[in-house]
């Protein structure tokens, strides 16, 4: 269950039904959005319309897709669902577990020998339970998907945040958290609050240095890491059908950034040239039948303000490259700012690496558009200064690239072809002295820019660009220079100027592969059995949470209380940890270290308040959990931005923190905390996380009547005797207050198997 024509045959067959029937009740002209949602409910159509931002609702995905480093969590959830054979066709990408260090030839061969046994497993689960496996070195996830099995008006979930990337590809593409995976291949329905719609006008068209990616890094600067949050982002106009399909879904991927549920693009003519480009005439066939559906109604994009909650317009002819960064992907430079912003910061101006690629930014078009900069370096005599990484997103655009000869200019230019994988982007970057710590620059096309995510160097200062921008920076190794007005003095000492990239959409001889990397299931997998060793340090096999015990939880004790920013990444760290993703306890050891401690200012240092001593947190939590005390975690605004990794909820819940205190949720988190029996809660005033105090001994009153829209009372007790007594808020609706009370959603999937 992999490729499924028939499937998506279903999903056009029911269109014209679903849509007539969305619009009666809806009664307004629809947004493309309001379309796929309303096509895809669980009970089929909808009775009422759906209130934005308020109503809960459950979905009917079309298909999961997932990677190794969420897969083993998500799957050794399933294995527990008790289900023969996932409901919905799903499929696993083997990308997160490869490290970069010398190439990609040999960085696959230890990839293969150091995450065998985690291969192992998922390829022989994924054969028992009827799900595709693309093995390491296929691909990056999201670019497998748009090549292979991302189509028009369909809906897809997936174990990573950047699953938004097939919005490309006019679908509606969300990343998740594992255990919502688990319930969609279990064939149970998939709940999301129906979103709020924010419609992007795009006028005018792209040309020079300018490129798809400028236009997600300028609206990232405009809504911010949070303003995209409980939102679906809808590109129009006749700037939209202009960009190429796989610069759509760049600025889909990038949607994950500003903190938006997805973002799409409406059916169009770039649409049905990457099906066809990519092998699938038959999908654009059947999608050109129902094409009135897979786009928004006139009415709506000729008025956008009556129909969409907000509306940004994005003028193509007048946009600028742009720069984000560092540490957030929502700073956003124009380049002819871009220098002035350097010196004025102190940033370090003299760039060490630019890295290209990534499930970002790898297309045909991003890499021939890079290469011919990257020729201009061989051509005019100029020596790359910084140091270049190329990151194909797919085996198939690899070996298309190669065969085209644009791998070889960029190994003129001294650049490095890394593995068909995250690598640096996640961490898995073997950078050689990174753990010198020192300042310094780097400059990538990927989407994130979080501090130690590329290297573990909290001193590196990252930046996002397109892969043409980031070339051009490489060869000069210098953020101040602008490539639109700047010369370079090239070997011979003369002044040359880089002329604007060229690009080629598709490929003009077609795409092509020798091994896709692609394993298909095996028809019956009743026999199969599934790989997991006992005393394995990757894998574990998942125990039960307890049940909640039926009481209001007292005697919290503060573990820490989280200052600015504090994203999965700080809550669990990729890179190195990486290979634990299959090991809840082991994992366990990596919680909350990157966080910042609001009272002594440091990252993995808390006062543990049996000992007066200050310790790492996950120490400081086992001590907790070994006393049989129960303790809860503070946080600020957008708490567990950034990945769909659902340990950052597990491994508070395993070591036995109660519940999570913020200002506000980053939605997958939010949802991932409710999922395995945690409480998520919010401050009514969020002035109140002042009134916090390091020594804080805290009650959640009110359980016992825990209900949907109804408030709940957090007493502080502090050191001193005194108490302050807060009113937190919550988004739990009947549902979700369950899964609480069962301890997790699984007990009660489990407890369902007969
Ligand atoms: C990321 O970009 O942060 C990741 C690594 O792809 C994550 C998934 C993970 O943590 O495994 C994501 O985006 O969801
Ligand atoms: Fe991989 Fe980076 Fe893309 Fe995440 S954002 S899927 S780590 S390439």
Request: a negative charge; aromatic letters at 8%; one cysteine or more.
């Amino acid at each position: 269950m992999a490729f499924d024509i028939e499937m998506i045959k279903k999903v056009y067959d029911n269109l014209d039904a679903k849509v007539n029937a969305a619009r009666k009740v809806v009664n307004k002209p629809l947004t493309l959005t309001e379309k796929i949602l309303y096509a895809h409910l669980w009970d089929g159509q909808a009775s009422t319309a759906f209130e934005r931002g308020k109503s809960y609702v459950d979905f009917a995905p079309d298909r999961v897709a997932m990677q190794d480093a969420t897969a083993q969590m998500a799957l050794l959830q399933f294995m527990q669902a008790g289900r023969p054979q996932v409901a919905v066709p799903s499929t696993v990408h083997c990308d997160h577990l490869i490290q970069a260090k010398e190439g990609a030839s040999k960085d696959l061969a230890t990839a293969n020998t150091q995450n065998k046994e985690v291969y192992d497993f998922l390829a022989s689960v994924s054969n028992k339970y009827g799900i595709g496996f693309w093995k390491p070195g296929a691909g990056i996830i999201h670019q497998v998907v748009l090549e292979n099995y991302a189509f028009p008006g369909g809906m897809m979930i997936g174990t990573d945040s950047h699953t938004v990337n097939a919005g490309g590809l006019g679908m509606v593409a969300i990343g998740v958290g594992g255990a919502d995976a688990c319930d969609v291949m279990a064939g149970l329905p998939w709940e999301l609050k129906f979103p709020k719609l924010i419609g992007v006008k795009v006028t005018g068209k792209l040309s020079g240095w300018t490129s798809a990616k400028d236009v997600i890094l300028k609206v990232a600067g405009i809504l911010t890491v949070k303003g995209g949050t409980g939102a679906i982002v809808e590109y129009f106009g006749e700037g939209a059908n202009s960009l190429s399909c796989t610069g759509k879904g760049t600025i889909c991927n990038m949607g994950a950034e500003i903190g938006a549920t997805t973002s799409i693009f409406g059916y169009d003519v770039k649409m049905a040239d990457y099906l066809r480009g990519t092998g699938r005439a038959d999908v654009a066939e059947l999608a050109d039948k129902v094409a009135v559906h897979l786009t928004g109604d006139e009415e709506v994009y000729a008025n956008p303000s009556a129909y969409f909650d907000q509306v940004i317009e994005i003028n193509l002819s007048e946009l600028e490259p742009h720069i984000n960064g560092p540490f957030t992907p929502d700073l956003a430079w124009p380049l002819s700012k871009f220098a002035a912003a350097v010196k004025e910061a102190g940033w370090p101006a003299k760039l060490e690496v630019g890295l290209i690629g990534s499930c970002t930014n790898s297309s045909y078009e991003d890499i021939s558009r890079a290469a011919s900069i990257a020729q201009q370096a061989v051509d005019k005599n100029l020596v790359a200064k910084a140091e270049f990484t190329i990151t194909p997103g797919s085996e198939q655009v690899r070996y298309t690239v190669d065969r085209d000869g644009y791998l070889d200019i960029f190994g003129k230019m001294g650049g490095v072809v890394l593995a068909n994988a995250c690598g640096p982007c996640i961490g898995q970057w073997a950078r050689h002295g990174a753990e010198k710590q020192e300042k310094n620059s780097i400059i990538t096309s990927f989407n994130r820019n979080f501090a130690k995510r590329a290297d573990g160097n909290p001193n590196t200062h990252s930046f996002v660009a397109s892969p043409e921008i980031v070339t051009a920076f490489a060869i000069a190794g210098d953020l101040t220079f602008n490539p639109v007005t700047d010369t370079l003095t090239n070997e011979k000492g003369e002044q040359v100027r880089l002329d604007e990239p060229q690009g080629i959409e598709l490929p003009i001889k077609g795409f092509a592969v020798e091994d896709a990397g692609y394993q298909a299931p095996a028809e019956d997998g009743s026999k199969v059995q599934v790989l997991v060793s006992e005393t394995s340090d990757r894998l574990q096999l998942l125990a039960p949470f307890a049940a909640w015990e039926g009481t209001d939880v007292t005697g919290l004790k503060l573990l820490i209380k989280a200052k600015g920013k504090c994203t999965t990444d700080h809550i669990s760290m990729a890179g190195p940890w990486l290979k634990f993703r299959g090991h809840l306890d082991n994992i366990s050891n990596n919680m909350l270290i990157g966080a910042i401690n609001f009272f002594n200012e440091k990252a993995d240092s808390v006062k543990n308040q049996l000992t007066g001593e200050y310790g790492a947190v996950p120490a400081t939590q086992r001590a907790y959990k070994a006393a049989g005390i129960g303790s809860i975690v503070v946080g600020d605004e957008n708490y567990g931005e950034g990945s769909s990794r659902e340990h950052a909820a597990m491994e508070p819940r395993h070591l036995g923190v109660r519940a999570i205190l913020v200002k506000s949720f980053a939605r997958i988190h939010e949802t991932n905390l409710k999922k395995q029996g945690m409480l998520a809660l919010t401050f009514a005033n969020p002035a109140d996380y002042d009134k916090i105090q390091e020594d804080d001994t805290i009650d959640i009153i009110g359980l016992t009547s825990f209900a949907a829209n109804s408030p709940l009372t957090v007493v502080l007790n502090h050191k001193d005797g005194s108490k302050d007594e807060i009113k937190v808020n919550h988004t739990y609706n009947d549902q979700q207050i369950e899964w609480f009370k069962a301890g997790g959603a699984l007990n009660i999937i489990r407890a369902s198997v007969k």
